[in-house]
């Protein structure tokens, strides 16, 4: 069956980085647009980046523009975020998700597109 599953969450100072895995298995994962999600404690899910089923054009929230980076790797069926120069706002349990209704190059975060979730890595930024 179709699964994500999001690792390297942690516990890590402002200004330093994280890498967070997506790791996916049950389908072909260069079929499909992969997003990242976040949700905080009391605030709704939002859309943070996302790579098209062809990569090279990925979009990113304006929150993390210059910080984080998405990369897919689908001969190890994995979706990295990279996270750099964290802040105490990027706290949040993080979820990817697979997009079923977007091809090629394209990505958004229409939630409605996305028909499977991964259970979350939760990212704490704090001194």
């Known amino acids: 069956q179709v699964q994500l599953v999001e690792s390297g969450g942690a516990l890590v100072q402002p200004g330093g980085s994280l890498r967070l895995s997506c790791a996916t298995s049950g389908f072909t994962l260069n079929h499909y647009a992969i997003a990242w999600f976040r949700q905080a404690p009391g605030k709704e899910r939002e859309g943070v980046s996302c790579?098209?089923?062809?990569?090279?054009?990925?979009h990113y929230a304006d929150s993390v523009k210059g910080r984080f980076t998405i990369s897919r790797h689908n001969t190890k069926d994995i979706v990295y975020l990279q996270m750099n120069s964290l802040k105490p706002e990027d706290t949040a349990v993080y979820y990817c998700?697979?997009?079923?209704?977007?091809?090629?190059?394209?990505?958004?975060?229409?939630?409605?597109?996305?028909?499977?979730w991964g259970l979350g890595t939760q990212v704490t930024v704090s001194s």
């Open positions: 998700a697979r997009d079923t209704q977007t091809v090629g190059f394209n990505c958004n975060f229409e939630e409605a597109n996305y028909d499977n």
């Open positions: 790579t098209g089923s062809v990569p090279g054009s990925p």
